[in-house]
């Protein structure tokens, strides 16, 4: 199928694919709520009218231990948890997902544009907008994070402005929030350079490095996912960016950047 049509019939709930898997399951599944009742003795144990079918779960794998968020949010949880910083905060990135894996062990500060209704321990949110360098603490931490975020900002998927050099301006708000000699855990999706609008932008590894030499984020590691969602770790006391990560398509870099001046 066309990538293009493929992403509208999913922005539209249309999936093809997903649908036509589930009515070929479907016979299974009547085939076993039969056999299920003439097991019970009883035909209340199951009845049409109380079905909640669940069709995919005998064919699917146990977990999914694959892909962008999984790799990352475990990966920079992990550096987290070995450097030990004063203080973290992050910006945008997976409240289930990344957040919630650092909290396991250390408070994290939230900063994100949308608001969070729920209290957790270990959780500390305020609101904040990477378009406005103002509305987030300046200098205010030697450890920051921000994954899967920049990409999206500026398009307006997320309710804030349009701005079509949104990342850069992100990326300088990112840089004014960590202290001299702190780290920034930056990933973004990587591969041929292009806007997808408006779910994200896409990445060349070098434009990201780039960008942040100029604003005095130096590159000490790199790690990241392939096409394939598997995690290449970052390779030690080696800073240059593999040709096999510039090959992607969509794959995801994870930049850890240290604030020199």
Known sequence: MNPTLRHWLHACHLRPRSTWRALTRLPRFLRAGRAFRRAAGDSTAWTFAASRPCLDDADAAGGTASGHYFHQDLYVAQCIFARRPQRHIDIGSRVDGFVAHVAAF?????????PMDATVPNIVF????LLECASLPAR?????????????????????????????????????????????YLSVPIGRQRVEFNAHRVFAPDTVVRAG???GLKLERFAWVDDGGAFHPAAAEKTEIPRRAEACNYGCGIFE???TR
Request: net charge negative.
């Open 140 to 184: 205010a931490c030697d450890s920051l994070s921000c994954l899967h975020v920049i990409e999206h900002v500026g398009l307006g998927r997320y309710g804030d402005r349009l701005q079509p050099e949104g990342w850069q301006i992100a990326l300088h708000s990112l840089a004014q929030v960590l202290s001299v000699g702190g780290i920034l």
């Open 106 to 114: 250390r408070e994290i500060e939230y900063i994100d544009l949308r």
């Open 257 to 259: 950047l240290r604030h």
């Open 126 to 129: 305020r609101c904040g907008n």
């Open 213 to 215: 030499a100029e604003l």
